[in-house]
């Protein structure tokens, strides 16, 4: 069983990388909201998003190859790539290129699940599985193809753009349900042995 001495600190590269999407997602939505119809800016926005995206793949890899994953970064990892996808469909909603029911669907689920995950943790950590991790990455390529701005783009990338996003959408719905299902598992489990635990301190 590992001691406190031997778990990794919290201040590495990893958690690092996490507060710098963080930092991200202001300067990113800044950027789409006040210039969304002009070309170069949004070919710029769509960089700052990858950037800040591609930290997210980069930083999982580094903590599981260095032994340096932290509680701190299974959640803090979770909320900044909520944060910053979040921004992503809200600015687009606002500017009027994606459709606000899917943002608010999107977001609830996003949301709703990350706060389950939070009350969990009296529990355990529930880290992200890996329709979760599939379900980021089609998010972070869709949302890249609509950033470029899909009024500017020829046919097959518009359609490209929307048969991705549809994808995403429908993985981020049926992987909210497997949290769910997950979480209601450890709830059962953890019950079931704390009465266990009771029963046998009545027998005593």
């Not at 778990?7 to 990893?14: E, H, M, Y």
């Not at 048969?163 to 709830?187: E, H, K, N």
Request: with cysteine; net charge positive.
């Amino acid at each position: 069983m590992a001691t406190k001495k031997d778990r990794p600190s919290s201040i590495n590269v990893p958690n690092a990388l996490t507060l710098l999407r963080v930092i991200a997602v202001p300067v990113f939505g800044w950027m789409l909201l006040a210039h969304d119809h002009e070309g170069g800016w949004r070919t710029a926005t769509t960089i700052v998003f990858m950037v800040a995206i591609l930290t997210d793949f980069v930083d999982g890899k580094v903590a599981r190859k260095y032994n340096l994953v932290t509680n701190f970064g299974k959640i803090g990892d979770s909320i900044a790539d909520k944060a910053l996808t979040g921004m992503a469909f809200i600015g687009l909603s606002v500017i009027g290129e994606f459709p606000w029911w899917m943002t608010v669907i999107i977001l609830l689920r996003e949301w709703g699940i990350t706060v389950m995950r939070m009350k969990m943790l009296k529990y355990e950590v529930m880290a992200a599985n890996k329709g979760g991790k599939l379900k980021t990455a089609m998010q972070a390529l869709a949302i890249t193809l609509f950033c470029l701005g899909l009024w500017r783009m020829p046919t097959f990338v518009y359609v490209m753009a929307w048969a991705v996003m549809i994808v995403a959408f429908v993985l981020t719905v049926a992987t909210g349900l497997v949290y769910v299902r997950d979480a209601i598992q450890i709830r059962n489990r953890e019950t079931m042995t704390e009465s266990g635990s009771a029963r046998k301190r009545t027998r005593r």
